[in-house]
């Protein structure tokens, strides 16, 4: 059913609510962009904050299109204009407890005051802390939770509770994470059979009853197995075995990426919500574009770590040097809190020798980046936007992972999707310039090209006609709009 004979019809309202990072709102608004093509009406909810810099940065500039609006709640930081729209001064942790505390009687406000009654709310995973889930329920809302990441992430995550039943966690104390404890195989998983317990988000690997972390994992899994409906960042041809595991535990579950290439066929006639494009909550700096215009076809390799990873002084110089010694052009993305949480400053004699092969930004659209003919090769953290990202674009990667479910990414595009090259722990130039070589000019960085590259076309399929994925965005508004006319 297309979104010209939906228009005759009643109206289906959803309400997207995003866990308030920037990977997991650039997500949630690429589908809530693919729903409203659809024919769909959507809300989307900011913090506050976060929509201030939406407004600065992200090329959204003030006005709703049809059918589409934002709205927002308090994050607990005081007033500012748009102007002084600035990078966040709370740890994750801190807006966590706010939202907590406040954001269910924000959301009921909200609710109230929306002039057409929400259908259904699609909830990020990590969001019903806030006892949304609870909430729904009370307003008669349906509910579904979108996982805005791979499947194996989804099910790493949710191992927590299981880890907990077994008795593996938490761990008796520090020492058995260095005494070959966490390298014990995770074998139960269909899809995931040879992972290690050090494979899974680090917040698993507490060990004290009472973590936050952990306790935190376990209550989203819990939460999750009360949801019927489960949206995942995913396609089937990717984790098809994680897929069926996940469908013998869950009612619905609807794998709809890579959402970028779902985007990619709405053209600027065709797309009612054409004022909105960006989904940055930093600001992109052109100009790396403009370098990139002056290199060869897949000579440069591009290196960023996401909008949360923090390194040490320490790794960052072995990192830059490495890049150096590698002897190939690299676009080096360093965030201004990227070392720990503060401002950079290089020495000048690594400065010096960058400005022969490097460029050096604070932020850049990444896609644009990624898909221009130049990148040959990605040097990332291993988060899912990017990896899915790499993907959709044929870019081979070497991963050094952080944190969450970058560890288990980085583990599957290694030896499940043969994508990927892995950087140990403890960073030293030595590894990394061999690596980049390898990446760029060796055996193995040819293997990992061609499977990439095969990959590339494997997501513009199922994102086409009759696609796996396309089918599963239809089905997935078709249940929006029977809930509609209930």
């Known amino acids: 059913m297309d979104a010209e004979t939906r228009n005759d019809q009643k109206q289906p309202h959803v309400v997207f609510i995003p866990f308030p990072l920037q990977s997991h709102i650039k997500c949630m608004l690429k589908l809530a962009k693919v729903l409203h093509n659809k024919g769909l009406h959507i809300t989307f ?107 194996c992430g989804f099910m790493a995550h949710y191992q927590a509770k299981v880890l907990l039943d077994k008795g593996i966690v938490p761990l008796k104390d520090e020492s058995y994470l260095t005494n070959g ?32 972390g952990l306790n935190w994992l376990v209550d989203a899994a819990q939460r999750a197995d009360t949801v019927s409906h489960m949206i995942v960042h995913s396609f089937d041809e990717l984790e098809g075995t994680l897929i069926k595991e996940l469908k013998s535990i869950f009612p619905n579950v609807y794998t709809i990426g890579p959402l970028q290439l779902h985007l990619n066929q709405i053209t600027e006639k065709e797309s009612v919500n054409s004022k909105f494009n960006g989904y940055s909550l930093w600001k992109e700096e052109p100009e790396c574009i403009q370098w990139l215009q002056s290199k060869e076809a897949n000579s440069v390799v591009y290196v960023n770590f996401g909008s949360l990873a923090v390194m040490s002084l320490q ?26 949480g503060k401002p950079v400053v290089l020495p000048q004699e690594l400065e010096d020798v960058i400005k022969g092969k490097g460029f050096i930004s604070s932020w850049c659209p990444q896609e ?24 959709s674009a044929g870019v081979p990667m070497v991963c050094w992972p952080f944190l969450h479910d970058q560890l288990v990414n980085c583990r599957q595009m290694c030896v499940e999707w043969e994508v990927g090259m892995h950087i140990g722990k403890n960073v030293k130039r030595d590894e990394v310039e061999k690596l980049v070589r390898e990446l760029m000019e060796g055996l193995d960085g040819k293997r990992i090209r061609k499977k990439a590259l095969e990959w590339k076309e494997t997501a513009e399929k199922t994102t086409g006609p009759k696609g796996s994925s396309s089918l599963n965005v239809e089905k997935l508004t078709n249940e929006i709009m029977t809930l509609s006319r209930k």
Request: aromatic share 12%.
């Open 45 to 151: 909810v900011n913090t506050e904050s976060n929509h201030k810099r939406l407004l600065k940065y992200g090329g959204y500039h003030g006005l709703d299109a049809p059918g589409f609006q934002f709205r927002t709640v308090p994050d607990g930081l005081p007033p500012t204009s748009d102007d002084d729209a600035c990078e966040p001064t709370q740890t994750p942790e801190e807006l966590g407890l706010y939202l907590l505390a406040n954001f269910l009687e924000y959301f009921h406000d909200l609710v109230a005051g929306l002039q057409t009654p929400p259908t259904c709310i699609i909830s990020d995973g990590f969001m019903t802390f806030t006892n949304i889930i609870n909430a729904a329920e009370e307003l008669k809302i349906p509910i579904m939770l979108y996982w805005t990441m791979a499947a």
């Open 181 to 212: 404890y966490v390298d014990m195989l995770i074998d139960w998983i269909p899809g995931m059979e040879k992972v290690r317990l050090r494979d899974l988000p680090e917040l698993i690997l507490a060990t004290k009853d009472d973590d936050f």
């Open 315 to 340: 790794d960052l110089l072995e990192l830059g040097w490495g890049l150096v010694n590698s002897n190939h052009y690299f676009l080096w993305i360093i965030r201004s809190d990227l070392v720990d």
């Open 368 to 391: 644009e980046v990624l898909n221009h003919p130049s990148v040959g090769g990605f040097l990332t953290h291993g988060g899912w936007g990017s990896v899915i990202e790499s993907l």
